[in-house]
């Protein structure tokens, strides 16, 4: 069984989506330290970044991270609106992404979380989701990985290219688990424009392509 897991960052890009997809099992890691300008409060639509404000306290955890205020909401969804209003598939899911937007959060990573459940399900991904607050996990970078796997019964860990700078694949096969990369190419597809932006938040794939998405991310990466 293939367990990966994530921060819970905004509106995150297509690899995050894959990865879930490529997965049996996927948790998310809300309880690692907030990080002041990281992707956990940020990230680019067609037209810019958008960033979320929230306090900042030394040692804090994702979920345990509080908004600054809720004007930053109107001003995102007037931004998106904006971008995206002329795209073929935005009246199918602006409305719901508004919504879940303007819910009452208690936290970033409970809002975040939510938002990155509301697109899986419309990327048609069926992996089984967990927070890692209902496993107690603990340890650090490649601890915290065999922690997860070991807590979840997973006997395979699936990471992108971007942990290659903590992952100790050794010592995760000593303790029985297969440690499995992520091969994600972006894909290309039509976004109105001429020159093709990749990198932007998967919100740029649904308002273009709909309900062909779900098929675009699923065929981006694979296990190696």
Not at 63 to 69: G, H, I, L, P, S
Request: aromatic letters at 10%.
């Amino acid at each position: 069984m293939i367990l990966s897991g994530h921060q819970p960052v905004y509106l995150p890009g297509l690899i995050l989506f894959n990865k879930m997809a490529l997965s049996d099992k996927f948790m998310f890691t809300g309880h690692c330290q907030y990080s002041p300008k990281s992707w956990q409060t940020r990230n680019n639509i067609r037209t810019g970044m958008l960033s979320v404000p929230v306090h900042k306290h030394l040692g804090q955890a994702i979920n345990a991270t509080q908004f600054v205020n809720d004007h930053w909401k109107r001003k995102h969804l007037r931004s998106i609106e904006m971008a995206y209003q002329k795209r073929p598939y935005f009246n199918d899911y602006f409305m719901l992404l508004s919504l879940t937007i303007n819910r009452d959060w208690v936290s970033l990573g409970a809002m975040n979380i939510g938002l990155i459940i509301l697109l899986s399900e419309w990327f048609g991904i069926k992996t089984e989701i967990s927070i890692s607050e209902q496993y107690d996990i603990t340890g650090h970078k490649t601890d915290m990985l065999i922690d997860m796997c070991k807590k979840t019964g997973a006997d395979e860990y699936l990471s992108n290219e971007g942990a290659r700078a903590y992952v100790d694949e050794a010592a995760m096969k000593r303790e029985g688990i297969t440690h499995r990369w992520q091969k994600f190419t972006h894909p290309t597809y039509e976004q109105g424009q001429k020159e093709f932006v990749p990198n932007l938040s998967a919100i740029d794939l649904l308002f273009n392509c709909g309900p062909a998405s779900g098929e675009i991310v699923k065929a981006s990466g694979h296990v190696a």
